[in-house]
């Protein structure tokens, strides 16, 4: 196999990762990993700057975990460590000692090396990163063949850094936005019911004072609010712990929040599980999953529906998803209320996420269904 292509190989393996959904920290790996291979190094290193003089990451191989370990922290942005992310030229030398901005020494616990190939890696006008590469193995130095697949692989590695930083912040925004929404509920559920129960504990308090008997039916309401903010609360810390999809699957983590609403809320829940929604990559399972809990409290909490019917099914081949409510009905395409309260554009970008389709079909007094529909796997 030639060098050209190897390198290719190497970076189709670290993309073929970050489509698999992999952290940062492991692309970078199969990144430096591919390098040290490709140029026959003895040691090699992948720094990204953190914008403030030194790495947010800093991955090496060729050492064990040990020795990485012993080296310390995060190295700064130093000597020729630095130099390789000031420009995009590369540097090959047979001694790196020879270099205008080697300290002259090692810290404690540093492999003492020779030779030395750098490599800065581009996305777009940025440097985003650096390849160190150290000892080649076999001979004194780093020969040309050797800068010119590094410099291939890096063009190559700059995009699926680009990627694998673009798919950590998607995942970053989704869980901000989860947090968002569990504040909403929080505020507008728990809050106006331990509102109430201020308000109905000082009521009684005046009654007890004027010595009026309707002061214990008083009483019995301020404890039946209380346990209602208290099973409120409950549901939104259980929803604060992301189902385990990996144990439960999805048919188990719908179950389970099914159960716990029917605890919750005086509504009839119906579950129709017809397939059992294996099969889907785990970021699809996790979308299907938060449809699934955001049309359900659409149901809950605005409908006033008396039945609920949660339902998943395999239709020709297509994996369905259903939530249908005998509710009063909404308009689909009023304006306020999408961006007011029914969460219906983020069901849309949580389907568009999992390659499916989302269509809603309501209208004042006919209910409503939410139905999500997705190739199989």
Do not use: C
Request: glycine share 10%.
């Amino acid at each position: 196999m030639s060098d050209p292509v190897r390198a290719l190989k190497a970076v189709s393996d670290a993309m073929l990762a970050v489509a698999a959904q992999r952290s940062v920290e492991e692309v970078l790996q199969r990144l430096v990993d591919g390098a040290r291979e490709l140029a026959g190094a003895g040691y090699a290193a992948l720094g990204t700057p953190d914008g403030e003089g030194g790495f947010s990451r800093f991955l090496v191989s060729g050492m064990t975990p040990a020795e990485v370990a012993a080296l310390g922290p995060l190295p700064r942005q130093h000597g020729i460590l630095g130099a390789m992310l000031e420009t995009a030229q590369p540097y090959r030398t047979p001694d790196i000692r020879a270099h205008p901005r080697f300290r002259g020494w090692w810290p404690d616990s540093h492999p003492d090396m020779r030779s030395f190939l750098g490599v800065p890696i581009a996305a777009g006008e940025a440097v985003v990163g650096a390849f160190y590469l150290t000892d080649k193995l076999g001979a004194g130095a780093f020969a040309a063949e050797d800068q010119e697949v590094i410099e291939l692989f890096a063009a190559h590695a700059g995009i699926a850094i680009a990627n694998a930083g673009l798919y950590e912040r998607s995942r970053e925004l989704s869980m901000i936005e989860e947090r968002n929404r569990l504040a909403l509920e929080l505020h507008d559920v728990v809050s106006q019911k331990l509102f109430s129960v201020v308000l109905t504990a000082e009521a009684a308090g005046t009654l007890l004072e004027r010595g009026d008997p309707a002061a214990a039916e008083r009483l019995a309401r301020t404890s039946e609010l209380a346990g209602e903010a208290l099973e409120e609360l409950r549901s939104l810390v259980w929803e604060l712990r992301p189902p385990d999809l990996a144990r439960d699957g999805l048919t188990g983590a719908l179950t389970k929040h099914v159960v716990l609403q029917r605890r919750l809320h005086d509504v009839a829940i119906e579950l129709e599980l017809e397939a059992a929604g294996t099969g889907q990559p785990p970021d699809a399972a996790r979308e299907i999953l938060r449809i699934a809990q955001e049309a359900l409290q659409n149901a809950l909490r605005h409908a006033k529906a008396r039945r609920v019917t949660l339902r998943m099914t395999d239709v020709a081949g297509r994996f369905v998803l259903e939530v249908a409510d005998d509710g009063v009905g909404f308009d689909p395409d009023d304006p306020a209320l999408r961006s007011r309260r029914l969460g219906l554009t983020s069901m849309q970008e949580r389907a568009q996420r999992a390659g499916g389709e989302l269509a809603v079909a309501s209208a004042p007094g006919t209910g409503t269904t939410v139905r999500l529909e997705l190739p199989r796997g």
